[in-house]
């Protein structure tokens, strides 16, 4: 299976790619995708995201999973059964453990054995570049943010001009209200 996510980035079926592009890139072509549509998806994000507010998926096959720490996120791949798989970087699983970026690179790879997998990262920080040599292919839009140092406010108060909706708004079960 192969389908565009997005006019330039061509997802092929059995392979890891790593997207480097701006929020609003990415949530549009989420949103506009047939194949995320078609094939059932695996959404997961980190701490916090800054797509999922922006994502309209309704259907039923569009499954989104939290991972919390780096260990979450590499059974939550182990475990993925979808036909495509996307990941949303989050720099934060690897503040206190370095030594995660491989073994989740590495499940990223072992994913993408079943599945088309796709890891997303507006900002290139050192984990994001380290999780992409170990990538199939690496397409960049548009100029990627650079990482801050260090964040002179905290990780919520961050993520606030992207609000969250709660998870059973994607289910079609809620009404989006926080």
Known sequence: M???LYPSIAIRSGTFSMVI???PVV?????????LQRYLTLYSCGN????????????????????????QLITILR???????????????YENDRKMVYPVAMALREAART???VC????????????AEHADRVFVIGEPLAAPQRPAISPSQQYQRYP???LDAFSGTGDGRR
Do not use: W
């Open 2 to 4: 192969e389908f565009d």
């Open 21 to 23: 592009a701006p929020v």
């Open 27 to 35: 949530t549009q072509a989420i949103n506009t995708c047939a194949a």
């Open 48 to 71: 916090y995201s800054r797509i999922l507010s922006g994502v309209h998926r309704t259907c039923s096959g569009f499954t989104i999973q939290r991972a919390f720490t780096a260990y």
């Open 79 to 93: 475990e993925a059964y979808h036909t495509i798989v996307i990941v949303e970087h989050d720099g934060s699983l």
């Open 115 to 117: 599945a088309a997998v």
């Open 120 to 131: 997303y990262t507006p900002v290139q920080d050192g984990a994001a570049r380290r999780i």
């Open 164 to 166: 969250q909706k709660t």
